[in-house]
DNA sequence: GATGAATGAGTGTTCATTCAT
DNA sequence: AATGAATGAACACTCATTCAT
């Protein structure tokens, strides 16, 4: 049991380095299994194809980073659900609540990133002509709702349908802003202890960014 | 004369066609050949290989672009140029005059980016694995030595040589952040108009954000 | 597993007729599998390229030859360089031997080539194009170095460096002719009996030739 | 009329480089016309095909080879005719004389393969491929009927009769090695004075090779 | 669990040549 | 005399995948 599973692993591991210096479309079945030393029927008895032997690589991490995301979200909702509709003054305050929960997540999130780095960036920047290529869409999808509630809130509508064009525009923006602050940090800083003290500045920009957002015409 | 040249527009609309629908790598030669209704022969007649094929695409309006942003850096570059070493408030009064600036260039950007949609969404949404899938990159750096001088400026430092590390970061990623807001508008915006109403949120997000780092600790 | 080589063997086979009658460059991959009754996939599971095909066909062969000639010139290397130096008498002497050697090795070498008649016909006249196509030279290298202790002996030269520009230019031919030769053997005679045969008549050529340039001027 | 030649010049010029460069089969038609400066179709007015490109850089030379020989041929023929079935010693008077007649006309082919060296190397180096990639045997064969006249009259017999097959194959030898050291010298030495200075060295090496045989058994 | 063998469709690219204008 | 355009077949090679054993 552990002979039979040292053939995936290495296989695992042989893809691995294979995507990362290729990427998902100019990586080669073939060299995987070369550098594994094993045929490619081997190869083909693990994994369904090579979007499952990708999908592998980075199913756990991906699930992990889910977990985190969707698991502040309930709480954030909780929060925000409670707030919506009240006056200003206590929205902004719930806000600034609701950036200092952030910026605790946001630590959290950083330190899985950096205890994955080598699955996330492949995730984050080899993925492309895999069924993951539109991962941080959908993550922004995810934080976008998040976001909205805490839009409306700041701005003080009594409901989503006082959202404007503009508003939906901005608040997209944000969220696909927020992702691409952690794909940045991912990608740019070495270890998670750099990237949380970075993150300190990104998240003094994405604040500003808000209330200057907000406090526009 | 627009008689023969009939073969070579053919083939660059199916290119258009099939870059556009495929990305660079995945995209067929065969198939832009097959759809214009002409024989590979024929392609390699007029161009080189599919790297030039896609440059023709790309080329002029790469050109056109570049030439804005660097005529921009330029002028910008005099006006930062003046207050580099000064006092902080003048600084700062100087740095809104360089958003307003800002304000104007990315006007005058976004028609650009309108006026060629269809070849700037290839550029940047779909040259992975040509010469050009590094063209984001390369704008960021150049927008990069323009926003150190002005981040020099409003820190009220006397030189690059005060810049840390945590500094050189946060330009970079503002500078990153800036060339995002163009791309953004790109891909979201349907028209000019519609990329210039956008425009004035994001720009109250990144000038926010500004402050927001340059305020912080 | 007789069973399982059959492809190989037929691969190889249909090379074989291919690279005979087209030569290297001109000799279709498509063509050969085609005649084999396989996909040109199939060809690339036993070859690495065009090169490797041919290089299958030929490798055992080549090895085998220049085992044979150089096993021979250590042993000749070893006899001549008792020699170098001496009297004139005893060099022509010590010549004769050395040519009666060279019959030896001559029967040797033509019994080899014969034995493997079909590739050697490749080496030496279907090889343009591939990493093969120098051989002729390169054993004409290996010759030289043998013949110019032998010419410096015969001439009774104390040191290489007595050697006139003349001097080296005969050795270079004498030395091609050699090979020569054996090229023309191997393709003008039907068994290694007839080339034996005819062996005589040209080492007694290249024997006279040897005098005549000795005692020429 | 000199301005119409000019673009044939242009093109036999770089004719003669890219098959220089490449051989007959590797030369590419394109190449040499993008070089000229003209497009593909201008070559096809002035030359039917690849094979009579490099036919009409070839051709003159050729000729003029031909006929120094053929020439040769036909005084030597009635010179060698005098004496067959002669006595032996007669004979070989007679091919001394007859040698030294070579001498004279390999004097004269020498000085002509220089005269023309760049053609001669391409006809004897890099026209596999075309139509005179068998110009040496063609070549081989004129000497070797003279060859054959001078043979039986050093061998002092009565008619072509009396040739055996090892009789045969060793003047078919000895023509192709007369080529050969034709081939040698246009291919090694660097002007005519330099190859009419080995070829003393040669035709000692080949006459002493002569001798050999004759007297051989 | 894994091999060895093979498929079939595909890749981008090059070739000598043709021909209407 | 020469162009510009186009052909059609060919090139060596790579791909992810399959399957009997």
Not at 46 to 61: P, R, Y
Not at 132 to 157: C, R, S
Request: net charge negative; aromatic share 10%; charged share 30%.
């Amino acid at each position: 049991m552990d002979n039979e599973k040292e053939t995936k692993k290495k296989l695992l591991e042989c893809a691995m380095k294979e995507f990362s210096e290729k990427g998902y479309m100019k990586a080669s079945i073939r060299n995987i299994c070369k550098e594994a030393g094993v045929t490619t029927g081997a190869l083909y008895f693990f994994f369904k194809d090579k979007e499952d032997l990708f999908g592998n690589l980075v199913a756990d991490t991906l699930y992990g980073l889910n977990n985190i995301i969707e698991r502040h979200f309930i709480e954030e909702a909780i929060a925000t659900e409670a707030l919506s509709g009240g006056d200003m003054s206590i929205a902004a305050l719930a806000a600034a609540q609701g950036f200092d929960d952030d910026m605790a997540i946001a630590r959290e999130v950083i330190r899985y990133l950096f205890k994955h780095k080598e699955v996330i960036e492949l995730l984050l920047t080899k993925a492309q002509g895999s069924c993951y290529e539109n991962l941080p869409d959908q993550m922004v999808d995810k934080v976008e709702v998040h976001y909205t509630q805490m839009y409306i809130a700041m701005k003080g509508y009594k409901s989503k349908k006082e959202l404007t064009k503009e508003d939906k525009f901005i608040i997209h923006w944000m969220s696909h802003d927020q992702i691409d602050i952690f794909i940045h940090i991912a990608t740019h800083c070495k270890n998670a202890k750099e990237g949380e003290k970075q993150m300190e500045n990104m998240m003094a920009y994405m604040i500003g960014g808000w209330y200057g957002v907000i406090n526009n015409k």
